[in-house]
């Protein structure tokens, strides 16, 4: 079927008289829905003087809506002097089809880089704050996604990865370089003079190559001029403190994976080299050219030029290497003890590091001795390793450097001194974290340091405090981004949809400098609440329920589920959030047209190795608690997932015959293709990484947690594939998948056969060009013009059902 908008008359007529209901009201609409504005990061420039924001424009306003994310294309920055008053300014004027966002200030507060995203370039620029001039640079610079790719050696000079002439951050081409580099090659195979072929290889196939598109660079702004000082394939870097050495992590020669374990998503395809870099003379050190490293630490020490990594051996198991400390002057290697083991973290995207850092002059790490029941953090030295938190009541949580030289742990909610030799002192401070200001330009690594010097803060349950005990409390519903000598820069995102950038400073009143979407506040938003329930094993677990606009007591509305396993918000869910953000499904806009919305606390153990099992009745005891309490009506059930809540309400489906109809978006339904899939964009850029482990990681050790490839785990992956248990399904499916989604469509075409093959009620929505959420705006009203009249067909009473059936063609 190929949509087009003189059906919506007819597709529209199904589901009015649901919404009749709120007429009187003024619920959100989609128009309003997809021009919202939204916020990026605020941060003072060194000093304290400026407050640069990052906003985005109406959403429906981008100059194209091929990509990934929103951020690049509609980003407007601002800018406000602390010491005067008013709202926040343009910090430079914007062209109408470019997006901005902001870079590392410059060491005196005075400039900070910017980026410009236009007609698919990417740029990087020098802007005065105090003026507003931007100097473009004609530079394309790599983002900071796990570190750093941008840092100031002086208020004139920064070092920089900077991309080949024409590039771009992969993120920034995901949403069109492989359509672009399609339609070429089909050109190609249609003309028949130049070969469309593309040629992907793996084991000794892939050759030895090191990957060398990327540059390190030195830009002068005094001169202008670009130094080349190394090339590699780039994606991390860190300047010592002497600002002499630059440290920089990349991609170098291909590296095969353990084929004894289970992968992981973010296992590396090439060995991570460490280079050192020499300013002064230019000299290039690699010191061990047959190690790869981790991506964390890459940390200097305070008190010389030396750095702590964390390498192993090509073809070893990560937990066969060891820290390191690499000395900068000659690139001599120092294997630091082995006894005990760091403490090996992968994260939800299955990224290996390690917890270590300098405490002084002593490499300190989080391990775990042979046998104890917790992990501790040692300092590392001649002598051995020395247990610094051992006399601390309960395990250390997250830890703090002071000017001191001396360890700040969290344990339990309070702040503990530790000394070199593991002697432990209350402090009699407590909070719940540190805190870390908003800062542009930095990724994973440094965001997850921990945080040093005298000005140590803590987040409270109601603001911030110091070492001292002195509070600073935030106007409510605010978050502290920073102080501002005796104030806060706060940010406050409201749940329906208001955005503010303000600065609070005690008892005076708050200056706003941003403040978007203002209007929302007045939308009749309907009710949220928490539902608590127990467990059959006795834990207590919070889901959420958004009441219709109007709702009373008395009203049973229909119910959309909103899955995603191993969620368990503590807090109001993104999904139920009014943002561009959150488009398809989004809670609040189906709350506008009469549904209750429930996003159920799904706790899940991936170490079972059985995603599917159980997922109806873990679903189902949430809705038969709200189900009890007289809030929905229990005959009037759908489910509507997206990604790995679209794969939930698959498996749903073939568990149970409740819910009276399911939408699958994006959802993969068969472990045993999804494992070998590739997404559409390394089809025709192998170059940036093909083939790699993301999907066969995700399969195995992500959120499929099959624990295994499949001819190791065969039965495991068929019993938990919705396709292969398509027999049981009863329940009308509609299905939306993208043409360009890492999920690929071919998901849903399967599923779509094998329900038609057993004449059972199901639709399919393919949409070209679109990835793992939808971004075009005609998409997105097409798709709510779709299903809403499909679902209120199948939630119809049974005196309704003829009326309000739509008509659907079949193709």
């Known amino acids: 079927m190929i949509f087009r908008s003189s059906w919506l008359g007819r597709l529209l007529a199904a589901w009015l008289a649901l919404v009749a209901s709120a007429a009187g009201a003024k619920p959100l609409t989609l128009d309003r829905l997809l021009s919202l504005e939204e916020l990026g990061q605020s941060a003072l420039s060194p000093g304290g003087r400026w407050v640069v924001i990052e906003t985005q424009r109406p959403y429906d306003q981008a100059p194209s809506f091929d990509f990934e994310t929103a951020a690049a294309s509609l980003g407007r920055l601002m800018v406000a002097e602390l010491a005067g008053d008013g709202a926040a300014k343009p910090l430079f004027e914007a062209e109408a089809n470019a997006g901005y966002l902001a870079g590392p200030f410059s060491p005196d507060g005075r400039r900070m880089v910017v980026f410009r995203w236009r007609d698919h370039c990417w740029d990087a620029g020098v802007v005065e704050l105090g003026g507003g001039s931007v100097r473009w640079l004609g530079l394309p610079i790599e983002q900071a996604l796990y570190g750093r790719s941008l840092q100031w050696v002086s208020n004139e000079v920064f070092v920089a990865i900077a991309l080949p002439a024409g590039e771009a951050p992969l993120h920034l081409k995901l949403g069109w370089q492989n359509q672009a580099r399609t339609r070429e090659l089909w050109s190609r195979q249609a003309a028949g003079a130049a070969p469309s072929v593309i040629v992907t290889s793996a084991g000794p196939s892939r050759g030895a190559d090191r990957r060398s598109d990327r540059r390190l660079v030195r830009f002068d702004l005094s001169t202008g001029q670009i130094t080349t000082l190394a090339e590699g394939g780039f994606f991390d870097i860190e300047l010592s403190p002497s600002r002499r050495y630059l440290a920089a992590l990349g991609e170098a020669e291909p590296m095969g994976l353990q084929a004894d374990q289970p992968v992981r998503m973010g296992a590396p395809t090439r060995r991570r080299a460490v280079s050192i870099v020499d300013l002064q003379t230019g000299a290039v050190r690699e010191p061990c050219s047959n190690c790869t490293a981790l991506i964390q630490p890459m940390a200097w020490s305070p008190t010389g030029d030396r750095l702590l990594v964390y390498q192993h051996q090509v073809g070893a198991p990560e937990a066969d290497g060891g820290l390191v400390v690499i000395e900068a002057a000659d690139g001599r290697r120092s294997p630091l003890a082995q006894a005990p083991r760091p403490e090996i973290g992968?994260?939800?995207?299955?990224?290996?590091?390690?917890?270590a850092d300098w405490l002084g002059a002593a490499p300190i790490v989080l391990a775990r001795r042979e046998g104890a029941v917790r992990s501790d953090w040692y300092a590392l030295g001649a002598a051995g390793a020395i247990n610094l938190t051992a006399a601390l009541p309960g395990p250390p949580g997250a830890v703090a450097i002071g000017q001191d030289q001396r360890l700040l742990v969290l344990v339990e909610g309070r702040v503990w001194r530790v000394g070199m030799g593991g002697?432990?002192?209350?402090?009699?401070?407590?909070?719940?974290?540190?805190?870390r200001p908003s800062a542009f330009g930095a990724g994973a690594r440094p965001s997850s340091a921990p945080?040093?010097?005298?000005?140590?803060?803590?987040?409270?349950?109601?603001?911030?405090?110091?070492l001292s005990g002195n509070r600073w409390e935030p106007p409510a519903g605010a978050v502290v981004l920073d102080r501002t000598g005796a104030g806060l820069l706060v940010e406050e995102r409201k749940v329906e949809g208001e955005r503010r950038v303000m600065v609070a400073r005690g008892g005076a009143p708050v200056r706003e400098l941003v403040r978007l979407n203002q209007d929302v506040a007045r939308l009749d938003r309907g009710q949220i609440r928490a539902i608590e329930t127990m467990t059959p094993s006795g834990i207590h677990q919070k889901s959420w329920l958004?009441?219709?606009?109007?709702?009373?007591?008395?009203?049973?509305?229909?119910?959309?589920?909103?899955?995603?396993?191993?969620?368990?918000?503590?807090?109001?869910?993104?999904?139920?959030?009014?943002?561009?953000?959150?488009?398809?499904?989004?809670?609040?806009?189906?709350?506008?047209?009469?549904?209750?919305?429930?996003?159920p606390a799904l706790p899940r153990d991936p170490t079972l190795g059985e995603p599917a099992s159980g997922l109806a009745d873990q679903i189902l005891a949430v809705v038969d608690e709200v189900v009890a309490r007289g809030l929905v009506d229990p005959d009037r059930l759908a489910l509507w997932g997206h990604s790995f809540g679209g794969y939930a309400g698959l498996a749903v489906a073939t568990q149970s015959d409740r819910f009276k109809a399911v939408i699958a978006q994006a959802g993969p339904g068969?472990?045993?293709?999804?494992?070998?899939?590739?997404?559409?964009?390394?089809?025709t850029a192998p170059e940036d990484g093909a083939p790699n482990p993301l999907y066969m990681g995700y399969g195995e050790t992500g959120q499929g947690a099959l624990l295994g490839p499949p001819w190791r785990q065969a039965e495991r992956y068929v019993r938990n594939s919705p396709l292969l248990q398509a027999d049981k399904i009863n329940t009308p499916l509609l299905l939306i998948y993208g043409d360009q989604d890492q999920v690929p469509l071919?998901?849903?075409?399967?599923?779509?056969?094998?329900?038609?093959?057993?004449?059972?009620?199901?639709?399919?929505?393919?949409?070209m060009g679109e990835g793992h959420v939808p971004t075009s705006p005609a998409n997105i009203r097409a798709i709510y013009a779709l299903v809403l009249p499909w679902l209120a067909a199948r939630l119809s009473r049974p005196a309704e059902a003829a009326a309000s059936e739509p008509s659907l063609p079949s193709q």
């Open 546 to 599: 958004y009441l219709p606009p109007g709702w009373r007591e008395g009203d049973r509305p229909p119910l959309i589920v909103v899955p995603y396993p191993g969620s368990a918000p503590q807090k109001i869910p993104s999904r139920f959030r009014v943002s561009a953000q959150n488009l398809t499904p989004s809670a609040p806009y189906l709350a506008a047209q009469g549904y209750a919305v429930l996003a």
């Open 746 to 767: 071919a998901e849903g075409q399967a599923m779509l056969n094998a329900l038609y093959r057993q004449d059972k009620d199901a639709t399919l929505l393919t949409l």
């Open 423 to 435: 002697k432990a002192v209350p402090t009699g401070v407590a909070g719940a974290t540190w805190f």
């Open 346 to 355: 992968y994260g939800g995207e299955g990224f290996a590091t390690v917890q």
């Open 670 to 683: 068969n472990y045993l293709s999804r494992w070998g899939a590739v997404q559409p964009y390394f089809v």
């Open 451 to 466: 945080p040093k010097g005298e000005r140590l803060l803590l987040r409270s349950q109601t603001g911030l405090a110091d």
